[in-house]
Nanobody, 126 residues
Framework: QLQLVESGGGLVQPGGSLTLSCTAS????????IGWFRQAPGKEREGVSY????????HYADSVKGRFTISRDNTKRTVYLQMNNLRPDDSAVYYC???????????????????WGQGTQVTVSS
């Protein structure tokens, strides 16, 4: 069974850091580009970051550039999202998703992603 599982979410104070993990099972992670998305209450799900199969190409939403870093370890079947200097408006459920389609400027098109994790909650609050 093909599956993506996110972990690492939690409660953190503003300015703090968290690292999310997205672990794949049932398929070779190295064959899929991975995106991170998030959805806050009452808002649409939005793209946060993207990493190509090799890890060479990455993309970030403007709102997280300079604060978030995406990386991957295909030997561990895991993609990471390092989140620094977190703000209250980063609070959301974070999802990872896999796509076979190489994403340039269209990396955040959600219909291109064929497998999704169940999400992990990130809450930034004092």
């Amino acid at each position: 069974q093909l599956q993506l599982v996110e972990s690492g979410g939690g409660l953190v104070q503003p300015g703090g850091s968290l690292t999310l993990s997205c672990t794949a099972s049932g398929f070779r992670l190295s064959t899929r580009h991975i995106g991170w998305f998030r959805q806050a209450p009452g808002k649409e799900r939005e793209g946060v970051s993207y990493i190509s199969t090799s890890g060479v190409i990455t993309h970030y939403a403007d709102s997280v550039k300079g604060r978030f870093t995406i990386s991957r370890d295909n030997t561990k079947r895991t993609v990471y999202l390092q989140m620094n200097n977190l703000r209250p408006d980063d609070s959301a459920v974070y999802y990872c998703a896999a796509t076979p389609r190489f994403g340039g400027s269209a990396w955040a098109v959600q219909s291109d992603y064929d497998y999704w994790g169940q999400g992990t909650q990130v809450t930034v609050s004092s």
